[in-house]
């Protein structure tokens, strides 16, 4: 049957109501942190990405500046030097005496950066950089692109 509660009884059954709220903020305070950690988680597979893609794209690029100092030889078609580096590789398609294409890539090949370059009369073996030579896709035939 049912009774009021004394003073007593009421005074000890506020605890449950306490014990309650710090339950409810515990499991709450939990599910943050779980939330935060797969956030953190997540962002540092996005910054391990993006390294990746920038020492792949520095890598390209400096093989592209390696090639533009090497000394090529004057036969037209591909010319793959030994690289001082295993880290990238340049690779010269000669089209014509005077002009022609590099191509540098990354260690495995994850970037490859295509730079138009000229060969002036003055020194035919050293290559110099086209003003509005950069290109993303390989500017050659098809047939051309996969040879090497």
Request: hydrophobic share 35%; with cysteine.
């Amino acid at each position: 049957m049912w009774r009021p509660l004394s003073s007593f009884e009421r005074f000890t059954q506020q605890g449950n109501t306490t014990l309650l709220c710090v339950l409810m903020v515990m499991t709450l305070a939990s599910s943050l942190l779980r939330l935060k950690s797969s956030s953190i988680h997540y962002g540092t597979q996005q910054v391990n990405d993006e390294k990746k893609y920038l020492t792949a794209f520095y890598q390209a690029q400096s093989a592209l500046a390696w090639g533009g100092s090497y000394e090529w030889s004057m036969h037209l078609g591909w010319q793959c030097p030994a690289s001082p580096s295993s880290s990238f590789s340049v690779c010269l398609w000669r089209a014509t005496p005077t002009e022609g294409w590099l191509r540098g890539s990354s260690e495995k090949s994850e970037w490859l950066l295509w730079q138009r370059v000229i060969f002036p009369k003055t020194s035919p073996s050293r290559s110099q950089r086209h003003r509005r030579g950069w290109i993303d896709d390989c500017p050659l035939s098809v047939e051309q692109c996969l040879e090497r």
